[in-house]
Structure formats: C-alpha cells, structure tokens
C-alpha cells in the first residue's frame, strides 16, 4: 500500500520558534507536495518538490522554506514561527509523468501557534 | 487562473437521502478532476477521478461525471450513510498535471 507518513500528529510551539514538519514516502514518488489546510479556504499549495535538491514555490511560500536532500523525504521549515501560521499541514505526493495527477496525501500535521 | 468552485456546506442530511455536492472548474486546458474525501482526524484520500470529457467516476456509491459543456464535476450518491460524514473536496489538475488545484471543501454530516 502507498504511505505517505507524516512526523508529528499534533505540535505546539511559540511565537519566533524555529519549526520543522518532515514527510516520508515509501513509493519511489519523484514529486512530493506541502499543502496548508484551513476553513473556508480549502487547500493552499506552499512549495512543490520534483527532484532531489529541487524546489518550486506554490500558492503561499512567504515564511515558509523547504528541504529535500533525500528522494524519500520532504521537510517544511517555519523559519520563525507566527500565529497565522497555525493551521492543519498535509504532505502529498505522486510519481513523474503525466499520469492523471493523482495525489497521496499523509495524515496531516496540527501546528498551534501560540 | 485555474481555479475550482464548490459548493459552500455544511451540509446536513438524514440517513438514505440523496445527495449532490456541486462543483465547477475554470475552462483552461484539458484538466483531470478528482473528488477527494477527508474523514475525521484523517488526510485526504481519492474517492474518485475523471480524466476526460463524458468520463463518470465512480466508488463507494458516490459517482461524478466530467461535463465539459457546463464545466462541472457534481458529486452524487443516492442513499447516503452516517459513514459518509467527511470533508469533500473538488480538484482538477493544472497545466502539465503538475500541481492540483483544491475548491474549499465542503462538510457533510449525515445523521442517523
């Protein structure tokens, strides 16, 4: 079965923290996604990887960077954490090509900001 | 842009009702549409997917077919269960199937 497994559930952390949300996948998938989910607006796209050591930026990359030194893992990095930035993260990912697009998402990571 | 608009929930139905989630989807390009569903405490997972025009999804009773005429993609399922309360989200593919591009999300509970 795919996996897409997130590190934390769940993480509490104060204003000016550095943060760090890794994501593994297990299914060889070149591109792997960072999305930030919240009411009423859906999915945002933060930032996109399609390689090792590549990255794209997405719909909402302000304050956030990423890390991609391994095909199997993606990390988000909140350089300093803000209260805007609590929210629900979920990692994605899918293989190279056309294909249909399809995304599989981990569990999601929880951020209180506080 | 690319864009995708569903319908605003929440939404509330007894058990057995019939139920339509309507989404539409900017007219650029030729996109696949998805139909992703997020339970409680879970991420999202695909329900259902239509990669060209007239294509019908279909999974778990719940169908959609891709309407190029009226660019939608309304989720549909005749006999809805408690199990179905989630989080629904419309998505379509942009240029080169790179990136997905999500509706808001729409809420169902289904109650006993």
């Known amino acids: 079965d795919v996996k897409v497994t997130q590190s934390s559930r769940y993480l509490v952390k104060r204003t000016g923290e550095k943060v760090f949300l890794e994501c593994v996948q297990d299914m060889d998938h070149e591109n792997m996604f960072w999305y930030r989910q919240d009411p009423g607006l859906g999915l945002r796209l933060i930032y996109f990887s399609y390689d090792v050591k590549m990255k794209e930026k997405g719909d909402i990359p302000e304050g956030y960077s990423v890390s991609r030194e391994k095909k199997e893992r993606f990390s988000l990095i909140l350089e300093s954490a803000s209260t805007n930035q609590t929210s629900m993260y979920l990692c994605?990912?899918?293989?190279?090509?056309?294909?249909?697009?399809?995304?599989?998402f981990g569990e999601g990571s929880r951020l209180t900001v506080l | 842009g690319n864009s995708v608009t569903q319908m605003e929930g929440p939404v509330t139905l007894s058990e057995e009702a019939f139920l339509t989630i309507n989404c539409t989807y900017t007219?650029?390009?030729?996109?696949?549409l998805f139909w992703y569903v997020q339970y409680p405490g879970e991420g999202l997972q695909l329900l259902l997917k239509?990669?060209?025009?007239?294509d019908k999804g279909s999974n778990k009773g719940f169908e959609a077919t891709y309407r190029k005429e009226t660019t939608s993609f309304h989720l549909e399922k005749g006999s809805v269960q408690v199990s179905d309360s989630a989080v629904y989200f419309c998505?379509?593919?942009?240029?080169?199937?790179?990136?997905?591009?999500f509706g808001t999300g729409t809420r169902l509970t289904i109650i006993p």
């Open positions: 994605a990912s899918r293989p190279q090509g056309p294909g249909t697009g399809e995304l599989f």
């Open positions: 007219a650029t390009g030729y996109p696949s």
């Open positions: 998505a379509r593919t942009n240029f080169g199937n790179e990136k997905l591009t």
């Open positions: 239509a990669t060209k025009a007239d």
